[in-house]
Structures are given as structure tokens and as C-alpha cells.
């Protein structure tokens, strides 16, 4: 299954001091797949985030924005 990504992934890896060329060296993906990703106009596997993350030194839910949460509805 793919996930699409947000700007936080970008800012963790440049953060992290890498390029799209030496993030996606490291994970097995070219630099154009790492800057569409970023941009959320590509999707990446899950494994291929898991792998970026360990990469980064983050925990994987780090590359993703938190999102408030609904309450659930009552029933």
C-alpha cells in the first residue's frame, strides 16, 4: 500500500542535512521520486518510508503531519 506524504517529510530530511539525491541513494529511489513525494504528488511505499525514517534517525510517524482527531460520534 502507498502513502502520500506532506512538506514535513521534506523538513525532517533537511533537517537530517541529506538531498532528494542522497535520501533516495540511501532507500533505493531516484531524487525525482523523493521531490514528488515531498511535494504529495506521489505516493511511496510504506516500506520505502520505514526505510527513510531509520535513514533520518526518526520514528516513522514523524514524517507525517499530525491530524486532529474526531470525537467519535455517539451512538
Known amino acids: ?5 506532506t512538506p514535513k ?3 525532517v530530511r533537511q533537517a537530517a542535512g ?3 539525491d542522497q535520501l533516495g541513494d ?7 521520486t523523493i521531490r514528488n513525494a515531498e511535494r ?4 511511496m511505499k510504506i516500506e520505502k ?7 533520518l534517525k526518526v520514528e ?6 499530525e491530524r486532529p482527531t474526531r470525537p467519535a460520534k455517539a451512538a
Open 1 to 5: 500500500m502507498a502513502h502520500f506524504l
Open 9 to 11: 517529510f521534506r523538513t
Open 18 to 20: 541529506l538531498t532528494p
Open 26 to 32: 540511501q532507500i533505493g529511489l531516484s531524487p525525482v
Open 40 to 43: 504529495g504528488g506521489q505516493p
Open 49 to 55: 518510508i520505514a526505510l527513510a525514517a531509520q535513514v
Open 60 to 65: 516513522l510517524q514523524d514524517l507525517f503531519e
